[in-house]
């Protein structure tokens, strides 16, 4: 079973825990991610990082009565730091999907012969190539990782949503559809293209509207 597998199969099962309101809300939340990411990039990264700090801070201590006060510490240091370093947060954010995605890709293509230290080996040059690479392109990176992003938090919500509606067949093939190692990274690259696609074709549009 690969990473991508486990990942996907415990995202979806606490997906279908929640309320379906949450779902919409999560509907809502991936949208504006998904076509107004170069739009809104700064405030989308830093929700993105008070998200990340949010779940870092609550992971620390699982435990502790006051983990919920650890993670909104987190958050908020999270929030305010990529706030006041746009490019840096940007560049960081970008390192840590391509590693992420890098290492997820290892995995695949090595199976459960490849070792942690290669696997953790390649999510590192992927981290410095996304981060590289958001310098030099910033608006191309922006537009993939808030694609990226809206595409997972549009899936979850979707899933969120049609478990509540009460469909329990159509709620099963969602989760094998999405959950399966060929057709749940299929989903999530077709969303992520069409993100990036609408996204930069608005920009395109703007720089070609300002230049003629």
């Known amino acids: 079973?690969?990473?991508n597998e486990i990942s996907a199969s415990e995202l979806v099962s606490r997906c279908t825990e929640q309320?379906?309101?949450?779902?919409?809300?999560?509907?809502?939340?991936?949208?504006?991610?998904?076509f107004l990411g170069l739009r809104m990039s700064r405030i989308?990264?830093?929700?993105?990082?008070?998200?990340?700090?949010?779940v870092l801070g609550m992971s620390l201590d699982p435990g502790s009565p006051i983990r919920f006060l650890i993670g909104t510490a987190f958050g908020i240091t999270f929030m305010l730091t990529s706030w006041c370093t746009p490019r840096p947060s940007t560049a960081t954010l970008v390192g840590i999907w391509?590693?992420?995605?890098?290492?997820i890709a290892a995995r695949i293509i090595g199976g459960t012969m490849i070792e942690p230290h290669i696997q953790f080996t390649f999510g590192a040059i992927l981290f410095m190539t996304g981060a590289a690479l958001s310098m030099v392109m910033p608006e191309a990176m922006v537009a993939f990782i808030t694609s990226l992003e809206g595409t997972l938090i549009?899936?979850?919500?979707?899933?969120?949503?049609?478990?509540?509606?009460?469909?329990?067949?159509?709620?099963m093939h969602m989760k094998e559809f999405l959950t399966h190692p060929i057709s749940g990274p299929f989903a999530v690259a077709?969303?992520?293209?069409?993100g990036c696609y609408t996204q930069l074709g608005e920009m395109n549009k703007k720089n070609t509207g300002r230049s003629a």
Request: with cysteine.
């Open 154 to 171: 549009f899936v979850c919500g979707l899933v969120i949503v049609i478990t509540g509606a009460g469909i329990p067949t159509f709620a």
């Open 1 to 3: 079973m690969g990473l």
């Open 44 to 54: 989308l990264i830093m929700l993105s990082f008070t998200a990340a700090g949010f």
């Open 98 to 103: 391509a590693g992420i995605l890098g290492m």
């Open 190 to 194: 077709a969303g992520t293209f069409i």
């Open 19 to 34: 309320e379906p309101i949450f779902g919409w809300f999560l509907l809502g939340v991936g949208l504006m991610f998904l």
